[in-house]
């Protein structure tokens, strides 16, 4: 007997039927003996929908209304999911964020959780019911409604499993596991029966969204036994190891993740002086625009080309900033490209590995893909290009890297 922290995402809850089939799966999970702490999102679309109506309203409604809004989604599927349990006569009960306790700070949009109180959890665990949470929000010490940013019912469920001390978190999707790169876009993607909680990290960050960052950080901070599988169908899924990778035979690439969400801009002919990296990033770090990658060229006659790139909702801003930084400075002109993707490739392998850079540009020469930008780590290497060829460059590296499966060997 076992405490487990399950957790369903929007396509598994997305009807009356599928939450139907989760209390199905649930109840036998209750006659098998374990306890059962279930935390579910909103159904498919609805976070999306609940967006959308704001904004007809007005472009940027203040972040405690909208959280205020969209945990609405999640509040529906736990009263529906508990109802359903308690037709089948298995004893639920239904608790939003702030009921539970899940404190967080006041980071309306993007809140961290900073204390869960376990009590009324383990009361209900004791008495037999199946305990039904809402994901993705939490309440801040003034008793205000916050939400954990998109996806983040996974960081809602690994972070109960923490403060539980729950034997494993199983994150229950639309796909049966975590794969070499997203089956959505590679048919011949593989299942993997493991990975290790780094390369899990580097995937998140990298644009698989099959598991939000945050929970994924979690698990690594607390420990956390964490699984990815299926909602529909049996199987092991993926299992999140945190044993010493040394003392396995690694690939050199486990996986590719990509990542459209980024744009990229360009200030030229900047003075190339000590502080102008400073000077350009500073105005863009102050109005709170995350940057990722970052290349200063080599200057000639004193001068340099700076680029960089940013998430793109944040594009016209950053070029508004950079515009009127560029007559402060005499630069030579600002350029932007918001239709760009970053590809990466990543594996704790390649550690023990060289030449794994080459061989990646090599497969994106083959198919003629132009590189625009790079940055490596320890178990990364990733490239900037146009986006039109995303998933070209996708599919080149997954059989340059020989991550394909066998029947598509075969085929
Ligand atoms: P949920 O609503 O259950 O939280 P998500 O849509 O957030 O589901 O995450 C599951 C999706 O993640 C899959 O449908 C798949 O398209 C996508 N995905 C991206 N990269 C990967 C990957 N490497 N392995 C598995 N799924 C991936
Ligand atoms: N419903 C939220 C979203 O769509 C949270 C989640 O599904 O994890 O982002
Ligand atoms: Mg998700």
Do not use: W
């Amino acid at each position: 007997m076992a405490l487990l922290v399950q957790k369903f995402g929007g396509t598994s809850v997305g009807s009356v039927e599928r939450i139907e089939a989760v209390a199905d799966r649930l109840c036998r999970s209750r006659n098998d003996g374990h306890d059962v702490v279930v935390v579910v999102s909103a159904m498919s679309g609805e976070t999306n929908r609940l967006i959308a109506l704001a904004n007809d309203i007005m472009e940027e409604p203040t972040p405690r209304e909208m959280d205020v809004l969209v945990s609405t989604g999640e509040q529906v599927t736990i009263a529906l999911l508990s109802m359903a349990l308690q037709k089948r006569g298995c004893e639920a009960r239904s608790y939003t964020g702030s009921q539970v306790r899940i404190l967080t700070d006041s980071a309306h949009t993007k809140a961290r959780i900073q204390d869960i109180d376990e009590r009324n959890m383990r009361g209900d665990l004791d008495k037999g019911r199946v305990v039904v949470v809402a994901g993705f929000q939490g309440v801040d010490e003034h008793g205000n409604i916050t939400t954990l940013g998109r996806g983040g019912s996974d960081t809602t469920a690994v972070a109960l499993a923490a403060a539980l001390k729950a034997d494993e978190c199983q994150i229950y999707t639309d796909v049966d596991g975590v794969y070499t790169t997203d089956p959505r876009v590679v048919d011949a993607a593989r299942r993997l029966d493991r990975i290790t909680f780094e390369e899990m990290l580097e995937m998140a960050s990298l644009g698989s969204k099959v598991l939000q960052i945050r929970a994924v950080e979690f698990a690594g901070k607390y420990n956390v036994p964490l699984r990815v599988l299926s909602s529909f169908k049996e199987g092991e899924g993926t299992l999140i190891t945190f044993e010493d990778e040394s003392t396995m035979e690694q690939p050199v690439v486990s996986g590719i993740a990509f990542n459209r969400d980024e744009a990229k801009l360009t200030i030229s002919g900047v003075p190339d002086t000590p502080g102008i990296a400073l000077r350009i990033l500073k105005p863009v770090s102050d109005a709170n625009i995350e940057v990722d990658m970052i290349v200063q060229n080599v200057g000639a006659d004193n001068h340099t080309d700076f680029t960089f790139t940013v998430h793109r909702n944040d594009f016209r801003r950053t070029r508004e900033i950079l515009d009127k930084l560029a007559s402060e400075l005499g630069a030579r002109e600002v350029a932007g490209d918001d239709r760009i993707a970053k590809v990466s490739i990543v594996g704790v392998g390649m550690r023990s590995h060289a030449g794994v850079a080459t061989r990646m540009f090599e497969a994106l020469s083959n198919e003629g893909i132009n590189i625009r930008m790079i940055s490596t780590s320890e178990i990364k290497i990733s490239v900037v290009i146009d986006e039109k060829y995303l998933e070209l460059a996708v599919r080149a590296l997954h059989s340059a890297f020989e991550l394909h499966t066998a029947e598509s060997e075969a085929r």
